[in-house]
């Protein structure tokens, strides 16, 4: 059994979270994190590298789990883990640091194998801030000569050099919030252009928080006590009202900003995971799920980065659960392992959603170590059409039932479908026979109910449109 991380495990002072919630504002506003390396960086670390004679140069900016490269001089390198690196040491300092000898210092020698194949003699980093003084990132010079401190003026010098960084950030910053502002796409924008929504158009959103949850209940089917909730992403549009996934997902992959908007997602989720056990202390045992697209499921560091919100929020590792369709697992099996392996270890519940949709589920689901199957809502929807597929449903839930495995049940709308699936033994379901997609404020009403329970479904005729 995977092992639970509790909020004690993860606590963190609110001072820092509001801290660390200040900096990744910060982060988002210069738009760094997610974009190519540039020119001016590679100008600046070419710079340090000369003047310092420097092996090696960094200069990199932290998320919540990662530090990202944006350039580099000499070694290259892509991305680091944040924990234990020299941006957390700079970050702990809130100034430079500097280490003449890393051999003198135990705790480092993890960093420099990661760093570089050649032995690394020394180092200094000094902070790359926001112009509100937020430190977002580190500029760092590797292969000083050892046993040497940097006389001040040598220090100055590489803090000038970051302070160039952040006149960069700054003017990307007023770029960027120039372009926000810019003229609002108007209903008829749609008849102009072939193609909607674009980049600009996503990343608008992003920024403008114009992206919103949706939660819709999963509950226990015997009792109809909410014993968790899926997150459902929605698009308030200034103009063109609440626009559907299906509208702009497909957009998002293809231009690249799925990432992003997923990394905001599933923030998003476990923000209002904290906010509900505020609310109420009961509400700890409730698990919140959030899709993950291929592309987030792929990032290298994915457990690390969940582990960081975990952290962040002081949330417990079961109170999350992360859903991902079979055909994100299916490019590449090994990573596809490795990858669930580490956020099973982690302690999270890891769902197969749309089961029984691809080429090779029975397999996926005999090697892969999910927690919880989710039936298509393809297959619920013809549960009443005749013994072929009421058959298949009642193969799926004995399947999962031998694998150890909870089956949750997808796109209940009638009593019909609701009593069979009592009958075939599905412990959990979510439709709309018992609740839509809502809004976190509405799912909080529902929480307060007595015992978390929802009243009788409504006949079909009765439910509204």
Known sequence: MPQTQTPEQFSIPAIERQQETAR?????????????????????????????RADTVLLGFADQSRVWIKSYWGEAVRELPRTGSIFERVLAQGGPVVVPNIADDPALAGDRMRLRRLEIASFASVPVRSSAGEILGNLTIFGIEPRRKMVLDELRMLESLAEMVANQLELRRLRHAIGSSGPRPGPNDRKTSSVWPRRPDLRRALDQRQFVLYYQPEVELTTRKIVGLEALIRWVHPDRGVVSPIDFIPAAEECGMILPIGDWGLAEACNQIQKWCVEDLRNRSLRVCVNLSARQFAREGLADHVEALLRQFGIFSRQLGLEMTESSLITDAHTAMEVLGSLRRLGVSLLMDDFGTG????????????????????????????????????????????????????????????????????????????????????????????ERQLPDPLPASDLPN
Not at 26 to 50: M, V
Request: hydrophobic content about 45%; glycine content about 4%; some cysteine.
């Open 359 to 450: 080429y090779s589920s029975l397999h996926h689901l005999h090697s892969f170590p999910f927690d919880v199957l989710k039936i298509d809502r393809s297959f619920v929807v013809r549960i009443t059409d005749g013994e072929q597929p009421l058959q298949i449903v009642r193969t799926i839930i004995d399947l999962a039932r031998a694998l150890g495995m909870n089956v949750v049940a997808e796109g209940i709308e009638t009593q019909e479908q609701y009593a069979l699936l009592q009958q075939l033994g599905c412990r959990y379901g979510q439709g709309y026979l018992f609740a839509r997609p809502m809004p976190a404020e509405d799912v909080s009403k529902l929480l307060r109910l007595p």
């Open 24 to 52: 990744q504002s910060a982060l988002a506003s210069a738009a760094i994190l997610d974009t190519a390396p540039e020119p001016a960086f590679d100008a600046i670390t070419r710079l340090a590298a000369e003047y310092f």
